[in-house]
Structure formats: structure tokens, C-alpha cells
Antibody
């Protein structure tokens, strides 16, 4: 069974840092692009960023709203992806999902999400 | 970034109704358009990709169409399990974007 499990969410003060993890199982993790998508409580979905696979040099892309503050990485040996979030703002408060994707491909598998709350 | 505009934002319908949701892109996106269904407390679920290709296991009452900048999701006969929020998403550019969502409510 294909499964994605996020962890690492919690309460952090504005300006603080947090690292989220996404553990994958049930598929060939190294072949896939992986993304982070967030959802503000009661609001819509916002793509955060992605890491491509080894064949595409593990290159990354970020939404303008997080570029320069967030960093996505992956460890294929551990079938895991990470989101390092620095200089957090109150508007980063959201449920963070990891999702599987590909080149010009949709998000065909999602985790259950991990909640990040940025508040003083 | 490519902006995705969905309409309507809320739709009230009855079981058995034919329902259509529209998604407009701010620029041409080829056929790289996907639709998702989300229920409260759950992650989004992929319904349709490449504008009109049904994801495995998705009922055939769901269909997608469109090209260029205008796309539609149609539910041919609304079922009780279909009351949810639907999102379109373009995967045509390096910066991916979603529509604002359409909540399908019971009339």
C-alpha cells in the first residue's frame, strides 16, 4: 500500500524554525518527485515546493511566499523528504501535506498532514 | 504565476443532479489540469488528471473536459458521497497553483 506519513509539526513562535518530515512506503520513492502542499484551516490549498528525483538532479522549486525561508531535501535511502522552515511567520500557520507527483503530473498520493501553528 | 479561478465557490444541488464546475487559467496550460475532491478532515483525493483522464477507482459519473484556459469538471448524477469541496490544479508550470475550491452542498 502506498503511504505517506508527515511528522514534526507543532507550535512555534514567529521568527522560529521547524523541520517537517515525510516518510514514504509502498512505492519506489527514488523515482518520484515529491511536494509539500499546505492548507490554512478552513481555506484552500497552496503548493509550497517540490524536490525532483535523482534523474533530475534532485532540483527544487518553491512558491514565492516561502522562497528563501523554506528548504526541501530528501534522503532516498530513508525514503524520506524534509521541509526545513526558517523565519516562520503567522501566515505560515497551516496543515502541511506531503504528496507524490512527477513531471507535469498531479499529486496522486497524499499524506494526512501535520499541523504547524506559528503564534506568540 | 498562473492564476486558477474556480466558479462557483459554492454550489447547492440535490442527489441525481448534473453538476458542472468551471476552472479558468490566467494563461494557456495545455492539458496539464487536475481535479481533486476533499472531504472535511481528509487529504485531497485525485479524481482526474490531464484534463480528462479518470484516476483509477474513480466512478465514471465524474468527467473532465476543456482546453487552453477553460476547463470543467462534471458529475453526471450527484450521489450522497459526492458532497465535498473540489479543487482544480495546474501542473503546467514550475510553480504549481490550485483554484480556490468549489464546495458542493446539499440543497
Amino acid at each position: 500500500e502506498v503511504q505517506l506519513v508527515e511528522s514534526g509539526g507543532g507550535l512555534v513562535q514567529p521568527g522560529g524554525s521547524l523541520r517537517l518530515s515525510c516518510a514514504a512506503s509502498g512505492f519506489s520513492f527514488s523515482d518520484h518527485y515529491m511536494d509539500w502542499v499546505r492548507q490554512t484551516p478552513g481555506k484552500g490549498l497552496e503548493w509550497v515546493g517540490r524536490t525532483r528525483n535523482k534523474a533530475n538532479s534532485y532540483s527544487t522549486e518553491y512558491a514565492a511566499s516561502v522562497k528563501g525561508r523554506f528548504t526541501i531535501s530528501r534522503d532516498d535511502s530513508k525514503k524520506s523528504m524534509y521541509l526545513q522552515m526558517n523565519s516562520l511567520k503567522t501566515e505560515d500557520t497551516a496543515l502541511y501535506y506531503c504528496a507524490r507527483s512527477g513531471s507535469y503530473a498531479p499529486f496522486d498520493c497524499w499524506g494526512r498532514g501535520t499541523l504547524v501553528t506559528v503564534s506568540s | 504565476d498562473i492564476q486558477m479561478t474556480q466558479s462557483p465557490s459554492t454550489l447547492s444541488a440535490s442527489v441525481g443532479d448534473r453538476v458542472t464546475i468551471t476552472c479558468r487559467a490566467s494563461q494557456t496550460i495545455s492539458n496539464n489540469l487536475a481535479w481533486y475532491q476533499q472531504k472535511p478532515g481528509k487529504a485531497p483525493k485525485l479524481l482526474i488528471y490531464k484534463t480528462s483522464t479518470l484516476e483509477s477507482g474513480v466512478p465514471s459519473r465524474f468527467s473532465g473536459s476543456g482546453s487552453g484556459t477553460e476547463f470543467t469538471l462534471t458529475i453526471s448524477s450527484l450521489q450522497p458521497d459526492d458532497f465535498a469541496t473540489y479543487y482544480c490544479q495546474q501542473c503546467d508550470s514550475y510553480s504549481l497553483t490550485f483554484g480556490g475550491g468549489t464546495k458542493v452542498e446539499i440543497k
